[in-house]
């Protein structure tokens, strides 16, 4: 089985991944829409909120085959399965791994508990430990950081939440 992505209308994941659990057994195609945990200051206020990691994307975990394909897209709100080719494309290998190595058993990325020493960057836990090397900014104030993950082979910057340690 492969991994693919289906590009949906932003906002509509949750409910085609529900029309995806109706059509298809959990054995024969399994889903994830990543999301990620932040801190949100609104009007002066702190809050912890979830956020979609891909907006407009789920991805799944297939046989794939032109049966399932055509049923995938007869659901509402799915725009195409994406592709390089002329019907699909799997996901490459190498960049599920490390997405899927972000994410805990519900799909979402928690925060990473980091201190940084003489500009260098150190993970003592959560899903970046072990990751560095994808980190491409850290912003303290904010408690987020800055990663550059592959996806269909383009790298793509996103934002994941952290607790900045002291030393």
Not at 12 to 25: H, T
Not at 61 to 85: A, S
Not at 94 to 103: G, P, Q, R
């Amino acid at each position: 089985m492969d991994w693919y992505a289906l590009f949906v209308k932003t906002g509509k994941e949750d409910l085609v991944q529900q029309w995806l659990r109706i059509y298809f057994n959990e054995s024969i195609l399994s889903t994830i829409i990543p999301q990620r945990r932040l801190m949100e200051r609104k009007g002066g206020k702190v809050k912890q909120v979830l956020k979609k990691m891909f907006p407009g994307y789920i991805f799944f975990h297939t046989e794939m085959n032109m049966e399932t394909y055509y049923m995938v897209q007869k659901i509402p709100h799915v725009i195409r399965i994406l592709k390089t080719g002329e019907y699909y494309t799997k996901i490459a290998e190498d960049e599920m791994v490390c997405i899927l190595k972000l994410l805990d058993h519900e799909g979402v990325v928690d925060y990473s508990k980091i201190y940084i020493f003489n500009s260098k960057i150190f993970i003592k836990s959560g899903p970046l430990k072990g990751m560095e090397g994808i980190i491409i900014a850290v912003d303290k104030r904010k408690n987020r950081v800055k990663v550059l993950v592959n996806f269909m082979g383009v790298p793509k910057p996103i934002d994941l939440g952290i607790e900045v340690l002291r030393n």
